[in-house]
C-alpha cells in the first residue's frame, strides 16, 4: 500500500503545472526565435539577391540554408509567372530618379555585354555611366559602387 496523503499529491500536481508551463514558454520563446531568424534570412535575399555572402553564409544552419534556397526557387517560379517575359521584383527596390547611374569599378571585371551591344571593359578606379537595370546585380556583388554626388 502506498503512502500519500493528499497535500502530497496536490504538491507534486503544482509542481508539474509548474514545470509544464515553464516548457511552454521555453517552446514559444524558441519558436519567436526562429521565425525571427527566418524573417531575416528572407530579407538578406532582397539585400543581397540569390547569392548569400560566404560569412553570412556561413553562420546559418543547414535548415536554414535550405530554406533560402527554396524561397528562391519559389520566387524565382513566381516572378517567370508574371506576364510573358517574366518580372524580376528585386531589380528596382526603390524607385530609380534616372535610368542612368554613374558608378565606380571596385575590381577588374573584364568583359561587359550591355543590352544595347556595347562591350565595356571594367577596370579598377574606372567611372562609368551605366543603366540601372545592368549596374544593380553588380553593385550587389561589390564589383561596382555608385558614386553619389
Known sequence: MINTS?????????????RHAALERNKRCLLAYLWHRLQHVKQMR???GSILPPDIKNNLSD???????????????????????????????KPPKSLYIEVRCLQDHGK??????????????????????QCEPLIRQGILEQIVL
Not at 497535500?7 to 500536481?13: F, K
Not at 561587359?112 to 537595370?133: F, I, P, S, T, W
Open 6 to 18: 493528499m497535500g502530497e499529491i496536490g504538491d507534486e500536481m503544482c509542481a508539474l503545472r509548474l
Open 46 to 48: 532582397w539585400e543581397f
Open 63 to 93: 535548415s536554414e540554408i535550405e530554406w533560402f534556397t527554396q524561397y528562391n526557387r519559389n520566387l524565382a517560379v513566381y516572378m517567370k509567372s508574371i506576364g510573358s517575359d517574366g518580372l524580376n521584383l528585386a531589380l528596382d527596390m
Open 112 to 133: 561587359l555585354e550591355m543590352d544595347d551591344g556595347e562591350v565595356l571593359y571594367l577596370k579598377k578606379n574606372n567611372q562609368y555611366l551605366m543603366a540601372r537595370a
